[in-house]
Antibody, heavy 124, light 112 residues
Framework: EVQLVESGGGLIQPGGSLRLSCAAS????????ISWVRQAPGKGLEWVSV???????FYADSVKGRFTISRDNSKNALYLQMNSLRAEDTAMYYC??????????????????WGQGTLVTVSS | DIVMTQSPLSLPVTPGEPASISCRSS???????????FHWYLQKPGKSPQLLIY???NRASGVPDRFSGSGSGTDFTLKISRVEAEDVGVYYC?????????FGPGTKVDIK
């Protein structure tokens, strides 16, 4: 059974750093395409980043240069390193697996599995 | 960036009646491979989003056949043939044709 379990969220001051984790089971992260998607309180969904099976990464402009997506194949886990956090980064962060494949900056398929999310609150 | 718009943003529904949500993209989502890189999600209250329809018209695994997706290019529609109480939540459209992938603002569906 495919499962994604996020962790690492919490309360952090503006300018601080946080690393989110996404533990995967039932599939292999290294051969799949996985994204982080966030949702500010009471707001809609916002795509954050994606990592391809081959290691290629893409980011939303709002986080580019501050966030880094990575994975540990030995742990079958995905990460999101978040630096220089701002109040507007406050959100529930979900990891989501793509059902399909990606090439260049295009992904054929939707996100078929999502984690339960981890809440990040940036506030002084 | 590709902008996704949805209408209506709020949709009160009556159980047993049909319902329809529209989504429009600022540029065509029809790829040269013939697929529309367009998907529908439902986020039930307090839950993570779930995939309903992928590539414009394909129901995801386990999705009841009362849900159907149609459209091509820039205009897409999600239809529920007969709404059930469990269908309440926020429906989002999303494009994966190019990064940054973008979602529509969401359509909140609730029972009248």
């Amino acid at each position: 059974e495919v499962q994604l379990v996020e962790s690492g969220g919490g309360l952090i001051q503006p300018g601080g750093s946080l690393r989110l984790s996404c533990a995967a089971s039932g599939f292999t992260v290294s051969t799949n395409y996985i994204s982080w998607v966030r949702q500010a309180p009471g707001k809609g969904l916002e795509w954050v980043s994606v990592i391809y099976a081959g290691g290629t990464t893409f980011y939303a402009d709002s986080v580019k240069g501050r966030f880094t997506i990575s994975r540990d194949n030995s742990k079958n886990a995905l990460y999101l390193q978040m630096n220089s956090l701002r109040a507007e980064d406050t959100a529930m962060y979900y990891c989501a697996k793509l059902d399909g494949y990606c090439s260049e900056n295009t992904c054929l398929g939707g996100f078929d599995y999502w984690g339960q999310g981890t809440l990040v609150t940036v506030s002084s | 960036d590709i902008v996704m718009t949805q209408s209506p943003l709020s949709l009160p529904v009556t159980p047993g009646e049909p319902a329809s949500i529209s989504c429009r993209s600022s540029q065509s989502l029809l790829h040269s491979d013939g697929y529309n890189y367009f998907h529908w999600y439902l986020q039930k209250p307090g839950k993570s989003p779930q995939l309903l329809i992928y590539l414009g018209s394909n129901r995801a695994s386990g999705v009841p056949d009362r849900f159907s997706g149609s459209g091509s290019g820039t205009d897409f529609t999600l239809k529920i043939s007969r709404v059930e109480a469990e269908d309440v939540g926020v429906y989002y459209c999303m494009q994966s044709l190019q990064t940054p992938f973008t979602f529509g603002p969401g359509t909140k569906v609730d029972i009248k």
